[in-house]
């Protein structure tokens, strides 16, 4: 067992990169010794700082589960590799994952999703794509508000430098890893200013990478076709919901969801870990497979642009796999030859070094440099006008035209209201008596003739509302950005 | 051919129900002939009045591709019975299913995906579910707003009625089909109040119907199951965009597109439909596949209690498809024994009436009721107490101890500034460097001590802005129902 134990010297060699490692709970530690110990012998250059994370810290009472000096560590490092760690139940415990992603930056969630027929079972046997989840904004911004007895909101998000990263990176990826082509997917039919705007970076981005082929799908048909035929993908980039429930379905599909590794990428930092969980009932019996988070190690190798290790040991995995070499999670008559633990597992993929796969295609990525992915440059300001109001109001009535009464006093002069509409749709002037109303009433003000709406006229109706016993509970300012509209107009205007 | 003549015929019996057809464009007239022919050879108590819609309406002139008085008749007879119509090219064009679904209510999609293995090919022959999805809310409202130069919002609506009408729609469904569960998928581990209301009314309503298991299923994972091992689900009832979403990947992963008929329900009204479009270039030669509008014609039978007859003309097309009598589009060596034309097709599905499947389970549910979907009833309103105000702003600047100086003061005497987030993530008090911020504030405003906020102080917060020169983008209000908090800390709080 001598090949596991120099994994933890801190190496001083030229052109190492100094990374954070957190060896986690359950079988953490087994499969993160092995781990070092398989891209150590494959040539990493790394050093290594190491720090305690998980189960022991919540339990000593710190509710975030890292002390503060690892936090230090992990700022200082910016690359950070992390075993499963084991979140103790009851209340109060802070999800580190959703903390280090949100704290750090992390926009780009990657998540490598690989058939590796015929010795993991699944029925789409090709498969093999790359999901690319923006990770930072989107419905998971958190915002949520009741604001009538019926109706809840929640604030879907979408920045213009949050898309840029994501697509950027993606490009990049695909690039590093001589992919052939990026898939977007969005709902911008519906959705035509957020997720038209994710689809319109995508173009603009695009064009930077000729190389690379690059095709949008609406969600929901592209996310049939990937469910049905995933050969037909390869980098598939999206926005964070969609990328969320959809990297699931691709990991699951491939049937090799515990053998697979996923990457958060920052602008400074990044953390690199195995999708499966700690997985307490198995830890310290040496059977755990460390093919989740080796495969979260080499994707930390081409991040730092180590991408000839990250060839040798990914090379070397696919050809263990293949010659039959499983752990009890994948082991099967048949198909497997010898049933091994985790040592001696992680020893078949170091005796295969410097081999390449036969029936597995061999990956070739080896003299790619790291992405280049520069921090986002604001661009210039737009115009900005302000163009009318949306004043959303709480009334338990169900007519409008009732509604319609009491609200065109509010505008003043100069401003007139135009529109009402109840989840969307217009309900005045003119609309259907089948519509179903809740509580929750948008009336749209706008300015009349050549009249200019201020802040001043946005304040001036929410007093006249006030005087008027009118329930407002919230606004959302009409603009114009360089002369174009930029709010939509309301359903069956 | 007599057999297809008394389709059109306006029966006068009594326990009639008047339903408008619409025979649409392309194929649509034939399989809307042969289907009427199928259902009422089995004795469909149905009178009809027929309309014209689509590709003629639109090129006379009409953007929305029906005629007023073609309004009048669907919403007069409110059971309607639709083709597959043609939108010609070119802008302007309103798509009229979706004019349809909005002013009419119809809060409900269904879409019954059932593999038809081994007559068509799929990955999972044991395939049998049903997606009901909820129509008019959620992000498909279609409120979309730009404020800021990197920043789109859209907004996500859920209310209590759209909850619980979808969820008792999904409930009763389950009960007059003998369906055994009924699952929920929501993300409410992110979306707490949101989703969160979507899955406390499913649980609410789960309650009255002890004989049908139910179960929750957070939509990432749930989205993975359903994708791999269908069979697992029965009903399926989600969230508008969930719901989009999956429906496609659950029609597509059956491989019978196709074959499949969906259901839009509202209040009063209900439209009726093959999932499949006009196919032009099939259009009079017959040979196009009746059974997806026939399916569509079987929901509708259900829907208004014919549940005898729709038993008997779905057991009828069972028996044919499992006969190998298959139209080109189903049609292959091996499993096929006879191909045929639309009309054909339909007469073997005819001759094939009171007959069950052997291979295929026959369905069973003549006797059952139409469903019982009552009015919603609107709740008592809760106590409702303004709790403070989310003021955001546009702001150009990077660091937030910066605005955390601006802001403050436009408090004012009882109020303070508690919180700024960007993009839901905390930047002060507290935050860290690493946050990558968009020019996107949300300021936060709560009372201090035992002070009241009132309407009036969320003015004067904006007019104070405006005099310091702080861009007020948009506010939210926040409110306590009942003594409870109704919004969303910040996250990193």
Chains 1, 2 share one sequence.
Request: aromatic share 8%.
């Amino acid at each position: 067992m001598s090949i596991f134990n120099f994994a933890l010297l801190n190496c001083k060699h030229k052109n190492m990169t100094r990374i954070t490692v957190a060896k986690g709970d359950g079988i953490g530690p087994e499969i993160m010794d092995v781990t070092l110990a398989i891209i150590q012998a494959a040539g990493a250059r790394i050093a290594i700082d190491e720090i305690e994370i998980g189960e022991k810290v919540y339990l000593s009472g710190n509710t975030s589960g890292i002390a503060p000096e690892s936090w230090e560590t992990i700022r200082k490092n910016k690359i950070f590799l992390k075993a499963p760690i084991t979140t103790p139940q009851g209340g109060g415990y802070k999800s580190l994952n959703v903390t280090t992603r949100k704290f750090l930056g992390l926009y780009a969630n990657v998540r490598p999703c690989v058939s590796l027929h015929p010795f993991v079972s699944t029925k789409h046997p090709e498969m093999d794509i790359v999901i690319v989840r923006e990770n930072e904004e989107d419905l998971y911004a958190g915002i949520e508000h009741q604001q009538t007895d019926e109706v809840v909101q929640c604030l879907k998000l979408i920045s213009r430098p949050g898309c840029e990263k994501i697509v950027r990176y993606a490009f990049e990826y695909a690039k590093q890893q001589n992919r052939r082509k990026v898939t977007c997917f969005t709902k911008d039919n519906i959705m035509k200013q957020t997720d038209g705007l994710f689809h319109q970076v995508f173009d603009e981005i695009a064009k930077e990478y000729p190389e690379i082929e690059n095709e949008h799908w609406i969600i929901d048909i592209g996310a049939a076709k990937m469910a049905d035929t995933p050969e037909a993908f390869d980098v598939i980039v999206m926005p964070n919901l969609y990328g969320d429930v959809l990297s699931d379905v691709a990991a699951q599909i491939t049937g090799s969801v515990g053998l697979a590794g996923s990457a958060n990428i920052g602008e400074t930092c990044a953390m690199f870990e195995a999708i499966h969980g700690s997985a307490p009932r198995r830890a310290g019996q040496n059977v755990a497979n460390p093919s989740g988070l080796l495969q979260g190690a080499i994707m930390m190798l081409n991040h730092i642009g180590q991408t000839d290790v990250a060839e040798n040991v990914q090379n070397a995995w696919l050809k263990t796999l293949e010659d039959g070499i499983h752990t009890y999670d994948i082991y099967k008559e048949g198909t497997s030859k010898q049933r091994v633990g985790t040592r001696e597992f992680a020893e078949a993929v170091i005796a295969n070094l410097g081999q390449k796969p036969a029936i597995f295609k061999a990956v070739s990525y080896a003299g790619n440099t790291a992405l280049n992915l520069p921090k986002y440059v604001r661009k210039p300001s737009a115009q900005k006008t302000l163009a009318g109001v949306d004043v959303f109001v709480h009334w338990s009535g169900t007519n409008p035209d009732e509604l319609a009464e009491k609200i065109p006093p509010l505008a003043g002069d100069g401003n007139a209201l135009t529109m009402i509409t109840n989840r969307g749709i217009k309900v005045w002037p003119e609309g259907f008596q089948e519509t179903f109303c809740t509580d929750h009433w948008r009336c749209r003000f706008k300015p009349v003739g050549s009249n200019q709406v201020t802040p001043a006229s946005v304040v001036e109706i929410l007093q006249r509302a006030i005087a008027s016993g009118v329930d407002v509970i919230k606004t959302e300012n009409l603009y114009e950005f360089d002369g174009k509209a930029a709010y939509s107009l309301g359903q069956g205007q």
